[in-house]
């Protein structure tokens, strides 16, 4: 109860802060108010009781841009939020930074950006980091070479809302609920790109770094990293357009005395096609493929890719990207593009079917640092195979008012089990749906 009032007091000051400082003048500033709603249900063969879940996000968001001279510009931009998810009841402060535009002060085709406060940061596959942090961004911008330096750090940022996992002890801490903060590590992001280098292609290069601020006690690990990421991506002919990333990390694992060094990597290609005469359709391939548990003997290395960002992927199954191989066909479209309601116009539909498969052989696999026991109920202690199962999604968009979006998901997983898969016959299929609204006024 305690805990519920201090939420309500926070963002009660919030409310109360942002509309003194925000302007409803869209010529100086705006402020406003979002609500998302979302019902779900889950289904297994293997589990004998369904799960329901409901969260409901409510949100005050505010923004004012403050001219500098004749050019330059401060863009202040600040959310809060009062959220509910199956009986977890909490405020946060989801935004708030600062951002500097400042064209022409390092030459008269030189742009910089400057950002600082709570952002989100990626890099430029979103396969390493994808989260929201505490700290400053340098960007600087000329026609043919754009660079950013970043600096963050994780620790501040709230335990529910935090998926910034990457030892044991952070996903112990995930669902704890005495562990009031995330994960403290230390961020840094040194990025180039080179846009339309050649045959309009534009290639990035990133290096990343992070640092575990945690001790390496008996009971508890820790895990210092780098990576580096070098990515392609462009049109390759009419509506048709492709990115291909490759990344590297290596790192080092420490708990008590105990000490290992270990290398990973991970590769991705996409191929996207637009077809805007045919119902505004989109088809989309997608292959991910990340190193697991492959040991060189002669240098005691693990070969395994442990991003900083904990990215799931799937919709009625969750996997975690590592020792994985992953396919994707999606297709959308509007089918009432044509119509004269505005609102037909909006709906989307979209078809998605994923497949898994485990890249290592080691019954270690799916181990327990990724949930292995819990997510993976059923699953064969010795596989004679490597495929995990496949998935097929639907997806219905809508958005009747510019202000009103609604969204429905259905997805079926199916194991696979015997020889060609990793579960046992205990494994069963499993089923999701969910229902999402969303309104901003």
Do not use: K
């Not at 430029?124 to 070479?145: C, H, K, M, Q, W």
């Not at 995930?174 to 590590?185: G, L, M, V, W």
């Amino acid at each position: 109860m305690r805990q519920c009032a201090t939420c309500v007091l926070l963002f009660a000051i919030l409310v109360l802060s942002s509309t003194r400082l925000f302007s409803q003048d869209p010529a100086i500033g705006d402020w406003g108010v979002t609500v998302d709603v979302l019902r779900g249900l889950r289904a297994a063969e293997h589990v004998a009781q369904d799960a329901r879940t409901s969260a409901l996000s409510t949100a005050l968001w505010g923004r004012r841009i403050i001219p500098i001279g004749t050019e330059s510009r401060l863009d202040f931009a600040i959310q809060g939020s009062y959220n509910w998810s199956s009986g977890q009841v909490f405020a946060n402060l989801d935004l708030a930074r600062m951002d500097g535009l400042h064209p022409f002060i390092l030459g008269e085709s030189s742009v910089l950006r400057t950002r600082v406060g709570r952002f989100r940061v990626a890099d430029p596959s979103t396969f390493v980091i994808n989260a929201a942090v505490d700290g400053l961004s340098v960007r600087l911008e000329y026609p043919a070479v754009r660079m950013e330096l970043t600096g963050a750090y994780t620790g501040l940022q709230l335990n529910p809302v935090s998926n910034v996992r990457m030892t044991q002890v952070d996903l112990v801490e995930e669902n704890d609920d005495s562990a009031t903060f995330a994960p403290p590590r230390a961020v840094g992001i040194a990025a180039i790109e080179f846009p339309e280098l050649f045959a309009r292609q534009s290639v990035s290069v990133a290096v990343i770094g992070q640092y575990d601020f945690r001790d390496a006690a008996s009971t508890q690990d820790t895990l210092n990293s780098g990576y580096a990421v070098l990515g392609v991506r462009g049109p390759l002919f009419g509506g048709l357009y492709h990115d291909v990333f490759g990344i590297a990390t290596q790192g080092v694992w420490e708990q008590g005395n105990q000490s290992e060094s270990y290398f990973g990597y991970l590769g991705s290609v996409r191929l996207r096609l637009f077809l805007p005469e045919f119902f505004a359709s989109r088809v989309s391939v997608q292959a991910v493929y990340s190193s697991h548990d492959d040991v060189d003997a002669s240098s005691g290395f693990e070969n395994r890719y442990r991003p900083i960002s904990r990215n799931r992927l799937g919709t009625a199954v969750s996997v975690a990207l590592e020792n994985l191989l992953y396919g994707e066909l999606s297709y959308s479209l509007r089918p009432f593009i044509g119509s004269d309601s505005a609102q037909a116009q909006r709906v989307q539909v979209q078809l998605a079917g994923r497949t898994y498969f485990t890249t290592s052989d080691s019954p270690a696999a799916l181990d327990p640092r990724t949930e292995g026991s819990a997510v993976y109920p059923g699953f064969d202690p010795e596989p004679t195979g490597r495929h995990i199962g496949s998935e097929g999604v639907l997806r219905l968009n809508a958005r009747p008012f510019s202000d009103l979006g609604l969204g429905a998901t259905v997805g079926l997983f199916v194991p696979s089990v015997g020889d060609p898969g990793v579960f046992t016959n205990d494994r069963g299929i499993q089923f999701l749906s969910r229902l999402e609204l969303s309104t901003r006024f």
